[in-house]
C-alpha cells in the first residue's frame, strides 16, 4: 500500500470509557480510561462483555495448560 492509497482522514474508532461509562467517537479521553477502539457505537456499548468473554477465554486456556503441566509432570 502506497501513501497514496492510505485515508487521510480514517475514522478515529468508538472507545468505551471505563471511568464515565461513556461510548467516545475518538481518543477524547486518558488511554488508562478507554477500552477500544471499536469499529461501531453499539461493538463500543458491549466493551465490558467483550472484556469478560476474553477474559474467560484465556482462563479457560490457561487452566487447561496447567492441567497439561501438571499431567506431564506425573507422568
Known amino acids: 500500500m502506497t501513501a497514496r ?3 487521510p482522514q480514517p475514522d478515529p474508532g468508538w472507545y468505551y470509557n471505563t471511568r464515565t461509562g461513556e461510548v467516545e467517537h475518538g481518543e477524547l ?3 488508562i480510561d478507554r477500552l477500544g477502539p471499536y469499529p ?3 461493538t463500543a456499548q458491549r466493551a465490558l462483555e467483550i472484556a469478560r468473554a476474553r477474559t474467560e ?3 479457560a486456556v490457561d487452566e487447561a495448560e496447567r492441567e497439561w ?3 506431564r509432570d506425573e507422568a
Do not use: L
Request: proline content about 0%.
Open 40 to 42: 461501531d457505537r453499539e
Open 57 to 59: 477465554e484465556a482462563d
Open 5 to 7: 492509497d492510505k485515508d
Open 29 to 31: 479521553s486518558r488511554a
Open 69 to 71: 503441566e501438571e499431567g
